[in-house]
């Protein structure tokens, strides 16, 4: 079956770095999200994307943050200057055009320091 | 935002039993409500659905039941395994965005 696959698993960088999480949805979806959750905590929505553009984000996705899909396959997060608080799983998502469900990948344990 | 919440933290319940998990949720203009089920170092796994217009939904030993009226949406798995022991999530859907409930951890007990 079709999965979405997610690198590297786990991350590890210094506050103020730059990192990108890197994912492939399933090759024939068209909507793509990323979402975190912090330890403990619920899984929150960060961003969704259509069309080569963002859809809608949530009050988390502020500048730091940016998304792209370079080329027919890949899909990465970027957060430009890493805060502890960023530390977090963040999770990859896609669907195809019904938009239900979205399908998850394994996650990327990201580690601020 | 407590857009969806799951009351109950975990749960135990006998093998071969029902597990009931239960959800709540905020706002009538949601679509689409859903379950996925997460093992520890994974990302969430869809397991069933149900959109806004029906009431019930069944797929095997899973059963979604949806109450508008109360905002209320369910889950049941009958019987129950022990592989069924996982952080239990419901979402909702409202335009592109999924909102998650917290989890509710199942124990199916041999």
């Known amino acids: 079956e079709p999965e979405v696959t997610q690198t590297p698993s786990h991350q590890v960088t210094q506050m103020g770095q730059e990192v990108i999480l890197r994912c492939v949805p399933i090759?024939?979806?068209?909507?793509f999200y990323w979402y975190r959750q912090i330890l403990g905590q619920k899984v929150e929505f960060l961003v969704s994307?259509?069309?080569?553009?963002?859809?809608?984000k949530s009050e988390i996705f502020d500048d730091q943050f940016s998304v792209e899909r370079p080329d027919g396959s890949n899909f990465t997060l970027k957060i430009r200057s890493t805060k502890l608080e960023d530390s977090a799983m963040y999770f990859c998502?896609?669907?195809?055009?019904?938009?239900?469900?979205?399908?998850f990948g394994n996650g990327t344990r990201l580690t601020v320091t | 935002d407590q857009q969806v919440k799951q009351n109950s933290p975990s749960l135990s319940v006998q093998e071969g039993r029902i597990s009931i998990l239960n959800c709540d949720y905020t706002?009538?203009?949601?679509?689409?409500f859903l379950w996925y089920k997460k093992y520890p170092a994974e990302g969430p796994t869809f397991l069933i659905s149900?959109?806004?217009?029906?009431d019930k939904n069944e797929d095997g030993r899973f059963t979604v039941f949806l109450n508008k009226s109360a905002k209320h949406l369910s889950l049941h798995i009958v019987p129950s395994q022990p592989g069924d022991s996982a952080v239990y999530f419901c979402?909702?859907?409202?335009?592109?965005?999924?909102?998650f409930g917290t989890g509710t951890s199942l124990t199916v007990i041999p």
């Open positions: 998502a896609s669907s195809d055009w019904t938009g239900v469900p979205l399908h």
């Open positions: 090759s024939n979806h068209l909507y």
């Open positions: 994307f259509y069309n080569n553009e963002i859809s809608e």
């Open positions: 706002n009538s203009m949601f679509d689409y």
């Open positions: 149900i959109s806004s217009i029906k």
């Open positions: 979402a909702v859907r409202s335009g592109n965005q999924f909102y």
